[in-house]
């Protein structure tokens, strides 16, 4: 089963960068789409940022301006790059990728922006 890895995540002060990166243990077929989604606590997890098999991206309107979502076909990798952090931002930040067989998401990483 492939599994993915995210990694970058951390603590960054209000106004800062931070880069995270989603890995794919292994080669995934059929990409549909890849995303990033991202919970604080007590809410529900939201889209934050989508790239299709396309490169069609779309953002949540919170970050719009802010985070752009790119990936590596062949590293099997997507990435997202957040600028201008708010306290707001922070969460539990997790890479799903959806493709024609299955729906992997990753374990999580932390980003906590401070004020």
């Known amino acids: 089963q492939v599994q993915l890895v995210e990694s970058g995540g951390g603590l960054v002060q209000a106004g800062g960068s931070l880069r995270l990166s989603c890995a794919a243990s292994?080669?995934?077929?059929?990409?549909?789409?890849m995303g990033w989604y991202r919970q604080a606590p007590g809410k529900q997890r939201d889209l934050v940022a989508g790239?299709?098999?396309?490169?069609?991206?779309n953002y949540a309107d919170s970050v719009k301006g802010r985070f752009t979502i790119s990936r590596d076909n062949a590293k099997n990798t997507v990435y997202l790059q957040m600028n201008s952090l708010k306290p707001e931002d922070t969460a539990v930040y997790y890479c799903?990728?959806?493709?024609?067989?299955?729906?992997?998401w990753g374990q999580g990483t932390q980003v906590t922006v401070s004020s």
């Open positions: 799903k990728v959806i493709s024609k067989t299955d729906t992997l």
């Open positions: 292994g080669s995934i077929r059929g990409i549909i789409a």
């Open positions: 790239i299709t098999s396309g490169d069609s991206t």
